[in-house]
């Protein structure tokens, strides 16, 4: 395969990925009756269920056996499974509430926190243009403080957890597929435990509602690992900078989604704030293609 249809796959895998990520949130609304707890407990048992049947399809099960016997890397992997099943609750919880443009906002923030981070707690230092769009950042998260009266934590929570989510992972010699199969191991007694207990008490809702519910419970496994595959395909045919600017695709669609479909309200307020991180990522983004064409050059 040429180096052109290498790259263009790579694109199409990857802006795909972010495809499924934007429009995900139409999937949790159709199980809105069903408790956001309930909702992340099945779709870590059945994520766990569908990967391990992936891993052994592509034979991969030294690889998670490798995983899963080197303690360190256990070890970051139990830490990176909490935090991302803090994450998935709250995102479900959010979207089933009518809070997707805080989820929307919360990933649009998400590459500045990394810029954070990799500041405090790596030693990385920041270009002026890396300042200035945290400074335009921070500037768009005070307006929507003052503006609604309130911090918007939900998106705060969702960008920091998952970008340290992301630091661990960086660390982590593991393949995404791997990595995923094993924070569902380590997750999901407590999600058999919890399913189990609403199963005792008759207040679980799979089996117990109808049978959609019940298809859309177990979809949730798929539906999960699926574009983190897809992702992983491509981030690896093509340039980083190309996946920065890939990733926006998935807040801004869920934006779209939530404004045109579901009916949130898109004040004034909204315009500043977003108008702000817009022009945040603009910066980091423009940075990155003069960097890229300078070390071609």
Known sequence: ??????????????????????IVPIFWKFMAHVPAVEIVMHRIVWTLIFTTATI???GKWPLLKAALTTPRTLQALTVSGLLIGMNWGLFIWAVNVGRIEETSLGYYINPLVNFL????????????????????ATAGVLNQAIAVGLVPWVSLTLAGSFGFYGLIRKHVAV??????????????????????YLGA???????????TTDVLLVLAGPITALPLLMFA?????????TIGF???IAPSIALVIAVVMYDEPF???????????????????????RRERYSAA
């Open 1 to 22: 395969m040429s180096d052109k249809k290498t790259h263009d796959h790579g694109v199409a895998y990857a802006a795909a990925a972010f495809v499924i990520w934007g």
């Open 56 to 58: 052994v399809a592509l």
């Open 117 to 136: 981070l990799g500041t405090l707690l790596l030693g990385e230092r920041l270009s002026r243009v890396q300042l200035a769009a945290v400074g335009l």
């Open 175 to 196: 393949e995404s597929l791997v990595g995923l199969t094993v924070e569902a191991i380590v997750l999901t007694p407590i999600a058999l435990g919890y399913l189990a």
């Open 201 to 211: 008490t008759g207040t679980g809702m799979f089996l117990a509602h109808d049978r």
């Open 233 to 241: 395909v491509g981030v690896r045919r093509v340039k980083l900078s």
């Open 246 to 248: 890939l990733q926006y």
């Open 267 to 289: 004040t004034s307020a909204h315009v500043v704030t977003f108008g702000f991180i817009w022009a945040a990522l603009a910066l980091i983004s423009w940075e990155a293609m």
